[in-house]
């Protein structure tokens, strides 16, 4: 199938290579060109693992191609995926003027080519009712030829885009009319293991918001959990939720095995919840929930818990280090979680925030972060070093914000070869204890 799509991003690249590794033709507009001049040359403009190989791979063999024109792209396709951004404003509410935006320059473009029947799927995550009430109206009154519209929502996680794209545990197709959704359907007919939901647009969008609402919600209550078991001592709250996680409602049994969902990776505490979906889709609920004056005790809770994560650890530094004024603070992990360079709303850089408030002096590594000049276009202002050793040196504490596999390397010799004052803080709880010696090493919600 010949298929469009708009935003070349962590879902429209995503989207358009793992649909061209099944042979449809993608072709890829994105309003940034350096993105486009640099997948053209086929480089990846992020990291997700398994993707630079096959950009490689679906543009030379020609399943996959870029274009710095959307009137091109629609000329040759039959149906395109809006996956433009949906930040949030200032007050919250979701910004739609990227979809808008695209919206427009699509709806233009099917004009100029007189395509009749081109089939428009919103990729992106957008509050219900957007769908019917904002982008409907709009095309029906730009265009002069029927056309189809389905929001399509995206449940991949980054760090594994390529295999939750591949394998979808479940595909949701809400629809305005039959021909989007027999187009859409169509791409996805190789994922015949995915359960189909077919619906309407809005109850799409809500799936999708309840979804991201569901995980940070778990992550959330973890770290409530974790709140109260630091009041008592010797209560570690990761095996408070170690033996949750067991309980039959969890963890299943089958023919004597036991069945461990994945949901158990969210039911640890931490240093909180960042990335570019879950704090935004839950804040951009909360403020439609609040516009229509639907009370939300649960999920203001989940915002209100989290936000507070990166003055937890600050805390804690303090209750270690005393003023943290001019003391060198050693941050490892950037990045919101591991196998992936995506900074947004990341724990880490709200929590540096904080510490340099207190005026301490931050040196950080991250080994997906190499250039103090970072893709968004924003410098970061603290010392950004090459490794873990020139991260620790003369350091006086150390905290770990990402489960980077790399930081399992680390241990008391380690500490105490580069650091002033050999302590550490596992952000993530993820390290061996026994590794560390006693008041030396300390675990989020858990006082000895
Ligand atoms: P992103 O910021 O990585 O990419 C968006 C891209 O759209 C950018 O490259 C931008 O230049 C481009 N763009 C903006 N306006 C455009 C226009 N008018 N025409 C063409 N291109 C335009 O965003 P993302 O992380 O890929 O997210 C996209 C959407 O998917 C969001 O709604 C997000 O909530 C949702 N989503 C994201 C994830 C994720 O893990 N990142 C997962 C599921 C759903």
Known sequence: MNIGILGAGYVGLTTGICLATLKHKIIIYDKDLKKIAKIKNKNMPFYEQGLQNLLEETISNGCLRVTENINELVKNTDGCFICVGTPTNENNSIDLTQV?????????????????????????????????????????????????????????????????????????????????????????????????????????????????????????????????????????????????????????????????????????????????????????????????????????????????????????????????????????????????DDMRSSPALEAIKLFQAKRAKIFAYDPMIRNDFVSDNKFLNFNLCKSIEECLTHSELAIIFTKWQEFKSIDSNLLKTHMKNPVLIDGRGFLDESKFEKNRYYKIGYVE
């Open 100 to 340: 808008m935006d695209a919206t427009y320059s699509l709806a233009q473009s099917i004009e100029n080519n007189k395509k009749s029947n081109y089939v428009i799927i919103l990729r992106s995550t957008v509050i219900p009712t957007t769908t019917t009430q904002k982008i409907l109206p709009y095309l029906r009154e730009k265009l002069s030829r029927p056309f189809g519209l389905c929001v399509v929502p995206e449940f991949l996680r980054e760090g594994q885009a390529l295999e939750d794209f591949m394998s979808p545990d479940k595909i949701v197709i809400g629809s305005i009319d039959e021909k989007s959704k027999l187009f859409v359907e169509k791409i996805f007919e190789y994922f015949n293991n995915a359960t189909l939901f077919l619906t309407n647009p809005e109850t799409a969008e809500l799936i999708k918001y309840t979804n991201n609402s569901f995980f940070s919600m778990l992550i959330s209550f973890s770290n409530e959990i974790a709140n109260i078991a630091e009041t008592i001592s010797g209560v570690d709250p990761f095996n408070v939720l170690k033996a949750l996680i067991s309980d039959k409602r969890i963890t299943t049994n089958f023919n004597g095995t036991k069945i461990v969902p994945s949901l158990e990776t969210y039911l640890i505490p931490g240093c909180g919840f960042g990335g570019s979906c879950f704090p935004k889709d839950v804040k951009a609920i909360l403020n439609y929930a609040a516009s229509k004056k639907i009370k939300t005790p649960i999920l203001n809770a989940v915002i209100e818990i989290n936000d507070e994560r990166p003055q937890k650890i600050v805390s804690l530094a303090e209750s270690i280090l005393g003023s943290l004024q001019d003391k060198q603070i050693s941050i490892l992990g950037l990045t919101f979680k591991p196998n992936t």
